[in-house]
């Protein structure tokens, strides 16, 4: 599975646009990245997930790049309940044996008022 | 998103006691579950995939006769800790797929004295 890095933090004010970028040089062909949101003492939440492009849903745009070598989160006016732990993960998640995840040391985004 | 329980959300016991833990997919049938461990301040670690109807695979140092798992079922997977003790104490969180995209659990927090 391919390894990723992320930075291991970020500070934001609210309602800011905060991109977390994630380098994941050696992803595979069948690979899918993955966000995750981790609050203390919870489960991870998932976020977004894509192959390439751009992806948009309610909370969140993922942008990966033709090469797919890195890919950034985007998260729009954030709020201090958006202060968590953000992975990235890469894998091919869409087999059930290929299913495993291997989690980076994340990124910790603390939001300021 | 598909909804992942635990059960129990937070258990002490004494060392040398064995703790049982369950995880449920709601809403969907799973066949492959995964339990991970995460201690403080630290990411999430694999232990293991739990297979329905067959023996769960382990990863690299985790012993699979310590931490027993139990797939009886398409919604149901087990972690027991047998002989628990003091270093055990963590946060386990299991997951599973309906469709590629891992969900997780709320994670149960383990306190052996």
């Known amino acids: 599975l391919a390894k990723t890095t992320q930075p291991i933090s970020m500070d934001s004010y609210e309602g800011q646009e905060v991109n977390i970028t994630c380098s994941h040089n050696n992803i595979a062909t069948n690979d899918y990245i993955t966000w995750y949101q981790q609050f203390p003492s919870q489960g991870p939440r998932f976020i977004i997930q894509?192959?390439?492009t751009k992806v948009t849903n309610e909370v969140a745009s993922l942008f990966i790049p033709a090469d797919r070598k890195s890919s950034t989160l985007s998260l729009p006016r954030v709020s201090l309940s958006d202060t968590a732990v953000y992975y990235c993960?890469?894998?091919?998640?869409?087999?059930?044996?290929?299913?495993?995840?291997?989690f980076g040391r994340g990124t910790q985004l603390t939001v300021w008022p | 998103g598909a909804v992942v329980s635990q059960h129990p959300s937070r258990v002490i016991c004494k060392s040398g006691t064995s703790v049982k833990i369950e995880c449920r997919s709601l809403d969907f049938q799973a066949t492959t579950m995964f339990w991970y461990r995460q201690f403080p301040k630290q990411s999430l670690m694999l232990m293991a995939t739990s297979n329905e109807g067959s023996k769960a695979t382990y990863e690299q140092g985790v012993e699979k006769d310590k931490f027993l798992i139990n797939h009886a079922s398409l919604t149901l997977s087990t972690l027991t800790v047998t002989s628990a003790h003091p270093e055990d104490s963590s946060f386990y969180i299991c997951?599973?797929?309906?469709?590629?995209?891992?969900?997780f659990g709320p994670g149960t927090r383990l306190l052996v004295l």
């Open positions: 993960l890469v894998g091919d998640t869409r087999g059930s044996t290929l299913g495993r995840l291997y």
């Open positions: 997951s599973a797929t309906p469709s590629g995209t891992q969900y």
């Open positions: 894509g192959y390439k």
